[in-house]
């Protein structure tokens, strides 16, 4: 296999303004892809598409709300129009929001995760099948290990997720006939600004010590981003990361003792360093 799989392929990359998605664009620059930025912060799109352009290789910003079903129609188009084709699209756009379900003073921010997360994925990638059939494509959902094994307090992220996990497996099966690869990525906590912009259940965003819950030994972004690269290269149907497989096993035999394990040992101490950090304040 080439040490550059990407050379001159045509990709898609939504949430590329930050973390993850931003990432990969600069991992694919670096494979000399062309590469179709899609976010909503116009002003960092055009940052990042001009440090990809100096590393000779052609990037476009195409600011894009993926809760917009005419939007994620018109960036596939945009794409198709500049490169005249389109070899991977991967779907990173994603967002949160926590607290109890009963404590939501309606269920518009639940809605909302589902349109980012969920559907986002569903209408880009709606659109980009017919071109992505005609290159034998891939398509790469970065997904969360919640979609494997849920955490409380987080039931339109986790629902979200799970949905995402469905879809992808039912299209796996769909488009096989015609060699269309779909990978779906189960990130563990990466460090990116994912928790900064979490939500509390009035749709605050919490700030710069969202980032409290993340230890020395957290994943970067990049260190992701290189883990889905590859894996997509390789077709793989699903990437499971940090305690993924030993969660996944888990819940199969004992799921009542893998929830005990998801709050004692998961989600406990991340609470316990962000109060940690906020006293510090």
Not at 37 to 54: F, I, Y
Not at 237 to 258: D, F, H, K, N, Y
């Amino acid at each position: 296999m080439s040490d550059k799989p990407y050379q001159n392929k045509a990709v898609i990359v939504t949430g590329a303004s930050s973390g993850i998605g931003r990432a990969l664009a600069l991992r694919l620059a670096d494979q000399g892809a062309w590469i179709a930025l899609a976010a909503r912060d116009a002003q960092r799109l055009n940052t990042l598409a001009e440090k990809c352009c100096r590393r000779s290789v052609k990037a476009i910003a195409v600011p894009t709300d993926v809760t917009d079903e005419a939007q994620c129609k018109a960036l596939i188009e945009r794409a198709m129009a500049e490169f005249g084709r389109l070899d991977m699209l991967i779907n990173n756009a994603g967002i949160g929001a926590t607290g109890l379900l009963e404590e939501f003073p309606n269920l518009t921010l639940f809605k909302r995760v589902m349109d980012v997360n969920f559907y986002g994925t569903v209408y880009c990638t709606y659109y980009a099948v017919k071109h992505l059939k005609l290159t034998q494509g891939r398509i790469v959902n970065i997904s969360s290990l919640g979609g494997k094994a849920p955490l409380p307090y987080n039931t339109s992220y986790i629902a979200s997720k799970h949905a995402v996990h469905g879809f992808s497996d039912s299209l796996r099966m769909e488009l096989s006939r015609v060699g269309v690869s779909v990978t779906v990525i189960c990130p563990y906590w990466v460090v990116t600004e994912f928790h900064e912009r979490l939500m509390d259940k009035d749709g605050t965003p919490r700030g710069p010590q969202g980032r409290a819950i993340y230890s020395k030994k957290t994943m970067t972004a990049d260190q992701c981003a290189a883990i889905t690269l590859k894996a997509a290269s390789k077709r793989k149907r699903e990437v499971l990361m940090g305690p993924g497989w030993l969660a996944v096993w888990l819940r199969m035999i004992a799921p009542g003792l893998m929830d005990k394990i998801t709050i004692e040992m998961v989600l406990k101490p991340a609470v316990r360093r962000a109060k940690k950090a906020q006293s510090k304040e």
